[in-house]
C-alpha cells in the first residue's frame, strides 16, 4: 500500500444506497460471477473444515500405519499439504492461467476438476493412504484456483462507483452459503458415511461451471482480464 499507486479506476465514493447492492443479482453478468462464487463457495470451506477429520478416520481405517497416532499425525500433514502448501500452489497457478487464458476458462476447469475430486475421493477411504494423498493434493489446488477470479470478475464488470457495494454482496452472500454446507457434511456422514459424503460438495462447483459457462457467452464477458473472457 505504501509503495504502489492507485489505478485509473479510482472514483470518489457515491453516497449510501442500499439499493445498489441488488445490482449484484438484477445485472445478468454480475449474476452470472456471483452464482459461479457461490458455486465455489458450497464447496472450499466444507471441504476444508473437514477433510483433516476425514484423513484421520481413513488412515486410521488403512492399518497402513504402526499406531493410531502415527495414523492422526500423518492425517494432519496430508491435510496441511493439501489446503496450505496445495492451496498457495493453486492461487498463483491460477491466477497465472486466469490472465493468460481468461477467467472464465479458469474458473470453469478449476471447478470441473475439483468437483470430479469431491466424487471420486471417498472411493479411496480407508484405502492406499498415499494414494488417497495425491488425490488431496490435487483438490487442494484445484478448490482454491479460482478463488481470487470471481472477486477479479466483479471488479471488472461492476460499475466502477459500484465496486465496493458489489464485492461486500458478493463476499457475505458466500460466506452465509458455506455455513450451511460446513454444517451438512456432518449429516451427510451420518447418512453416507465418508465414501459418499463428500459428493454433496461436487453440487457446487458443477452448477458454478454451469453459470460460468453462460458468464462467457455474455457479450459483457469481454470486460473480463483485458478481453480474455
Known amino acids: 500500500i505504501n509503495f504502489v499507486a492507485l489505478g485509473p479506476n479510482q472514483t470518489t465514493s457515491p453516497p449510501f444506497n442500499p ?33 483433516g477429520v476425514f484423513l484421520d478416520a481413513s488412515f486410521r481405517l488403512s492399518g497402513g500405519f504402526a499406531s493410531p497416532d502415527s495414523a492422526s499425525f500423518w492425517a494432519r500433514m496430508a491435510a496441511f499439504a493439501a489446503m496450505g502448501l496445495g492451496g498457495g500452489v493453486g492461487c498463483l ?34 484405502g492406499d493412504p498415499l494414494a488417497l494423498f495425491l488425490l488431496c493434493v490435487i483438490w487442494g489446488v484445484a478448490v482454491v484456483a479460482d478463488s481470487a477470479q470471481f472477486s477479479a470478475s466483479v471488479v471488472e464488470l461492476a460499475p466502477p462507483d459500484r465496486v465496493g457495494t458489489m464485492l461486500t454482496v458478493q463476499t457475505s452472500m458466500g460466506f452465509l452459503l458455506t455455513l450451511a454446507t460446513i454444517h451438512l457434511m456432518p449429516v451427510a456422514v451420518d447418512a453416507m458415511g465418508w465414501r459418499y459424503a463428500f459428493t454433496v460438495l461436487a453440487i457446487g462447483p458443477i452448477l458454478g461451471v454451469v453459470a460460468m459457462g453462460r458468464l462467457r457467452a455474455h457479450p459483457d464477458s469481454i470486460r473480463l482480464a483485458s478481453g480474455r473472457r
Do not use: Q
Not at 447492492?21 to 465455489?40: C, E, K, S, V
Not at 474458473?107 to 479411496?124: D, E, P
Open 19 to 51: 439499493r445498489a447492492a441488488f445490482a449484484a443479482i438484477t445485472d445478468p453478468a454480475l449474476r452470472l460471477a456471483n452464482f459461479g462464487y457461490l458455486g465455489h463457495m458450497w464447496e472450499l470451506f466444507a471441504m476444508w473444515a473437514w477433510l
Open 93 to 126: 497457478l491460477g491466477g497465472y492461467i486466469a490472465d493468460r487464458k481468461g477467467r472464465t476458462y479458469l474458473t470453469m476447469g478449476a471447478m470441473s476438476l475439483s468437483a470430479g475430486c469431491a466424487l471420486c475421493v471417498g472411493l479411496l477411504f480407508g
